[in-house]
């Protein structure tokens, strides 16, 4: 069984192949009611700073990469 490793700073996620396959197949609604929910608890985990800054990126105000000197991609 393959494994889709991703890493993102220091956050991990895997995902086997039945899982992918399993939203690959799901609905046009169960993935927007997913990615409502997955948003939704971002917004909640963050503290307001980072609100402030995620708010900025998606506006187009903050541009990539927020700091060269500590980026870690």
């Keep these: 069984m393959n494994n889709v490793h991703s890493k993102y700073w220091y956050y991990y996620y895997n ?3 039945a899982e ?3 939203f690959m197949n799901s609905s ?3 993935k927007i009611e997913w990615l409502d929910d997955f948003l939704g608890f ?3 985990a963050m ?3 980072a609100k402030e800054i995620w ?3 998606r ?3 903050l541009k990539y990469p927020i700091d060269k000197e500590n980026d870690c991609l």
């Design 47 to 49: 503290t307001d700073e």
């Design 42 to 44: 971002l917004e909640s």
């Design 28 to 30: 046009f609604s169960e």
């Design 59 to 61: 506006s187009g105000e």
């Design 55 to 57: 708010m900025k990126f």
């Design 20 to 22: 992918l396959m399993r």
């Design 15 to 17: 995902y086997d192949d």
